[in-house]
């Protein structure tokens, strides 16, 4: 006979308890996460990595430089974010929050020792933020890829004397596209030939052109890891291939950002929007060729380009 366990009131209630204190430290009133906000969430990461990234060709050679990117990463965690990150999971807010400030004083002791902890806490916070079904649908990781590709523009522009293109060369780039929407295929070479894009002197803000170099790289590794082989059109797909490769060589060579803004928008985006079946986003202020998500089809896509485009302007 098997014998009779019973269990009073107030120790099933410590054993409940006990079983609630011993689960994942996710708040009660955490919610669920939109595919927009995960996909944004993804590229801030990306962004943080490419502030770290350059730290430590830097450390020996100019320490300030190295500070700054590592101020640039403390601040793109900002409250907005932490509490996000902590409806999730407060161990690892606060430990990525307490490493990012180590770093703010940084020295070549500890630092390769440092940065590894911190890319395992952004590995962390991946997974205790995203849903699982988000990071690895194909539409989020398109969107993660397009907010990168929009960052590496505004960082590179940043980064010259020009400052952002003028309002005549957007123009300029502009009846470029108009000229040849029907087809949406750009000749970026009598493009470059036709605006005189050269080498051009950076200014001050070195650290957000190594940024923009470095998250090229982290952009272009998602794409081949997340993206590769993913859509059912090879030729766009290849499109964007060739213009990843045009860009990151477009920054190593320091050409003109209009250059790289024509192959942002006359070659990666399009083809994007083809591969993914993504649109553009509605007017926004944060510069012109911002993708959103959406399964709807691209029916007239090259209208809503040049309207988008035209709406940022104005």
């Known amino acids: ?12 209630t410590l054993l409940a308890m006990l079983l609630i204190s011993s689960s994942p430290p996710i708040s009660l009133f955490a919610h669920n996460f939109s595919p927009v906000e995960s996909a944004s969430f993804l590229s801030l990461v990306d962004q ?91 539409t989020v990781q398109a969107h993660v890829f397009a907010n990168d590709i929009n960052k590496i523009l505004e960082e590179y522009t940043s980064a010259f004397k020009e400052g952002n293109t003028s309002l005549n060369s957007y123009y300029f780039f502009i009846n470029a596209i108009k000229a040849d929407m029907h087809s949406m295929k750009m000749d970026n070479n009598s493009m470059s030939k036709s605006t005189n894009a050269t080498k051009t002197e950076i200014n001050t803000d070195v650290a957000a052109y190594q940024r923009a170099g470095a998250l090229t790289d982290i952009a272009i590794e998602r794409f081949n890891t997340e ?14 291939v060739k213009g990843m490769d045009q860009l990151k060589l477009s920054i190593k060579n320091m050409e003109s950002p209009l250059t790289v803004l024509g192959t942002v928008h006359g070659e990666i985006q399009p083809n994007l929007l083809i591969a993914f079946n993504l649109q553009l986003a509605p007017s926004t202020n944060h510069g012109i060729g911002n993708m959103s998500m959406s399964t709807s089809t691209i029916s007239n896509n090259n209208q809503s380009m040049e309207d988008h485009m035209m709406m940022n302007m104005n």
């Not at 859509?231 to 499109?239: H, V």
């Open 48 to 138: 943080i990595k490419s502030a770290l990234l350059p730290i430590k060709q830097d450390i020996s050679s100019n320490v300030t430089l190295a500070r700054e990117q590592a101020q640039f990463a403390k601040l793109l965690l900002n409250e907005s974010v932490l509490k996000e990150l902590k409806e999730r999971n407060q161990r690892i807010a606060t430990e990525l929050l307490r490493m990012l400030n180590s770093i703010q004083n940084i020295t070549v002791e500890n630092l390769g020792e440092n940065l590894s902890k911190i890319n395992d806490l952004l590995a962390e916070s991946v997974n205790a933020r995203i849903q699982n079904d988000q990071l690895k649908n194909v």
């Open 1 to 12: 006979m098997v014998p009779t366990i019973r269990i009073s009131g107030l120790t099933a």
């Open 227 to 240: 993206l590769s082989g993913k859509s059912n059109s090879s030729s766009a797909m290849e499109r964007v």
